[in-house]
């Protein structure tokens, strides 16, 4: 079985300001990675996601997130925020096994909160 | 634009009423899941399929939850009786596995039980 914690429940932080987002996992078995973002009233769009390769992956605006293994982590980072980047981000982990069907487990959820 | 629709995306209904949701996954996609996300249990996974067929109910209280897919353009998930422990928003997703791992979003449901 898997879970995963993310560390903040809320992180409030200033425009153009650097953020980390801390996501650990626990897992018995070999995992694959995600990021979810949520914008309100809105479902989860994927930010990015670790498969395998380099263990540093970047999204298309800018957040980055680095697979850990020996500290098993997947922590997101920006090194300038939005106004927009205000969301509610969901750290997940997928069994890498066929036969589990690709499930996802989600952390709690880390609300950001950008502040002009 | 492929996407993940939802209907309806607001139900109120009143305790012991029958609920019925829909999802219509993306074209092509073989595996459709279903999460129930609230503000005390966040998202859980409630029941999955892979080309049509449930792989994983485990998530669902048995006695009143039902999912089905009649066929690959439709994903149902009905509540009989409802009750207002199940006020949340019912998420479906899809992706294609084992080519990605990726899931999908519709725009969710949204369900309160009075």
């Known amino acids: 079985a898997q879970s995963v914690t993310q560390l903040d429940s809320q992180v409030p932080v200033f425009e153009e300001a650097p953020v980390e987002l801390r996501c650990n996992y626990s897992?018995?078995?070999?995992?694959?990675l995600f990021w979810y973002v949520q914008y309100p009233n809105q479902g989860l769009q994927l930010l990015l996601k670790y498969l395998s390769g380099s263990t540093l992956v970047e999204s298309i605006n800018g957040f980055e997130a680095e697979f850990n293994k020996s500290q098993t982590s997947f922590h997101l980072r920006k090194p300038s925020v939005h106004i927009s980047d205000t969301a509610e981000y969901f750290c997940a982990v997928s069994d890498r096994n066929y036969n589990q069907g690709g499930k996802l487990i989600f952390g709690q959820g880390t609300e950001l909160s950008v502040k002009p | 634009d492929a996407r993940v629709t939802q209907t309806p995306r607001h139900k109120v209904t009143e305790m012991g009423q029958e609920v019925t949701m829909r999802c219509q996954p993306i074209l092509g996609h073989n595996t459709v899941f279903w999460y129930r996300q609230t503000m005390m249990q966040g998202l859980e996974l409630l029941a999955y399929f892979r080309n049509r067929a449930p792989l994983d109910d485990s998530g669902m209280p048995k006695d009143r939850f039902s999912a089905e897919m009649p066929d690959a353009t439709l994903a149902t998930l009905k509540i009989q009786p409802s009750e207002p422990r199940d006020s949340a928003v019912y998420f479906c997703a899809s992706g294609l596995v084992p080519s990605s791992y990726e899931q999908y979003f519709g725009p969710g449901t949204r369900l309160t039980v009075t």
């Open positions: 897992s018995s078995v070999s995992v694959y």
